[in-house]
């Protein structure tokens, strides 16, 4: 599956200024990593955000939101959004964040 490198492009312009961020491509998706921490990605049309665990159920209450289910086992810590959800800037910025306060916690591998 490919992924939207539109999608990819933003994120990648939104997380360029971050010290510690990489990239990754994984089983047909761009992830992007901080210090190490799978932080974001893009999967299809669809943005990968790694909320942790105790945010999970708000993430899943927000417009577009589902449970990643990538392999037939739900992913915990982690939500699909919509690509239409996150057109504008400002709600790509507001699931970056989200996915910073959790990540930015973990130590850097």
Known sequence: MAYDEGLAHRLGDALGPLPGIGTKKMFGSLVFMWNGNMLVG????DLIARVGPEAQADALAQPGARVFDFTGRPMNGWVVVDGGAVAEDTA??????????????LPPK
């Open 42 to 45: 893009v999967l299809g049309p």
């Open 92 to 105: 790509l910025e507001d699931w970056i964040a989200r996915c910073r306060e959790f990540v930015e916690a």
